[in-house]
């Protein structure tokens, strides 16, 4: 059993105005001792502290992230979307292209379908308000 109405806000008044997020006091907090904190990491980390060691390292030298290969994929007689996902996906069964890539552009794809169908939608209730009744 509820004790509130659908629609109806647990907290009416909400926050009042001029009252700060947490987060935003502890960043504004962390901004007016940055440059202190920053020499603190620095220095713990050149007497062999390895976390602080790690923080720096991560800051000047972040961890490089996977990034695909680029795909070549022929796409000519590939008739609408079904057929360009089609060839995607013969392509990823020929060991041509990974299989992770093919599935993304194919979802893609998916996406792409949707919202060319949904414009369609949209030009015909257009077309059809438009006419006298």
Known sequence: MSRFKPGQSGNPAGRPKG???ARLKHRELFEQHSAELVAKAVGLALEGDTV???ICLDRIAPPLKAQPAPI????RGAEGLAGVSRRLVDEAAAGR???DVASQLVSALGHVARIAEIDDMERRLSLLESQPR
């Open 52 to 54: 602080a060691l790690r």
């Open 72 to 75: 070549s994929v022929d796409l």
């Open 97 to 99: 292209v990974p299989a």
């Open 19 to 21: 009252v700060k997020d």
